[in-house]
């Protein structure tokens, strides 16, 4: 994705497209088919991610006009959404998405790809999240705080289990922020987040203190793009591993089934899921 420095005021790219898309859908003709398009704002929200209309769009124009995102996603947008949509009123069991490129990989850490992202925010958690006015939430963090200007302590959600009943502590968040730098032969590494700290310092089993080597804004912001794995489901994995289910053990809303390469990943709805719970089942 391009990069662009936006004037004061602009959104990002991602928040931008969901705006833009929120606004087609209002003008859609018909009552009925605004209700069922636009039920409420979450679901849109929640379906957006794996669909990945945001790839085909020329980000590096760093704009977008109403008029421009009509004809270029005018019968992506309204078919993709009637299906969502249509899908959640009726209730249906499973829920099957196109995606615009496969991904190449289920290791979350492996190659910083927008396919491979739209998998891992599905089984993964984040300690901070961002919302799609691209605004700072708390995700795996409830809250944080900085000690100095160097040092920020964050606290971790407690209860929070991981999809196979264990529960999440500051061992397993200090291991996925070393992780990323150690994974071999990848084309994006997500180390770049990570780089920054230079010390972690585990003041219990729910804080987590973080330094960096000099005053680091961006601290949230990076924290946002790294996933958290559970330490003793991921140690001596190797990145292909992953596709074979081995690790692939999250706190997010779906827990992995099966992804065979190039033609499906698979999905089951994680009942135990401790934020808002997703619809159907898979």
Not at 107 to 129: A, G, Q, R, W
Not at 178 to 196: C, H, L, M, W
Request: charged fraction near 20%.
């Amino acid at each position: 994705m391009a990069q662009c420095n936006m004037p004061r005021g602009w959104v990002s790219p991602n928040a931008r497209f969901h705006r833009l898309l929120e606004q087609f859908m209002l003008e859609v003709p018909g009552r009925q088919y605004r209700r069922h398009l636009m039920p409420d704002r979450t679901r849109m929200q929640r379906a957006l991610p794996i669909l990945t209309f945001a790839s085909f769009v020329p980000w590096e124009s760093c704009a977008m006009s109403l008029r421009t995102f009509k004809k270029a996603f005018g019968a992506v947008a309204v078919a993709g959404a009637m299906s969502l949509a249509l899908a959640g009123a009726a209730q249906a069991a499973d829920l099957k998405l196109a995606m615009s490129s496969p991904p190449t990989s289920m290791d979350p850490h492996f190659y910083n790809l927008f396919s491979n992202i739209n998998v891992s925010e599905h089984v993964f958690d984040t300690m901070i999240k961002m919302d799609p006015d691209s605004r700072i939430i708390p995700g795996l963090a409830e809250s944080w705080k900085m000690i100095n200007n160097l040092t920020w302590e964050f606290k971790i959600r407690k209860g929070v289990k991981f999809h196979d009943g264990s529960e999440l502590t500051t061992e397993d968040i200090v291991w996925s922020l070393e992780r990323p730098a150690t994974i071999q032969n990848s084309p994006g590494k997500f180390d770049v987040y990570t780089k920054a700290i230079v010390n972690k310092k585990v003041i219990d089993k729910y804080t987590i203190q973080l330094t960096t080597n000099q005053p680091y804004p961006l601290m949230l912001n990076d924290l946002a793009s790294i996933y958290i794995v559970q330490k003793k489901a991921t140690q001596g994995l190797s990145s292909d591993d992953f596709a074979q289910g081995k690790g692939m053990i999250g706190t997010g809303p779906f827990k992995f089934v099966s992804y065979a390469r190039d033609d499906r990943v698979e999905l089951v709805r994680n009942a135990d899921y401790w934020g808002q719970k997703p619809r159907g089942t898979r």
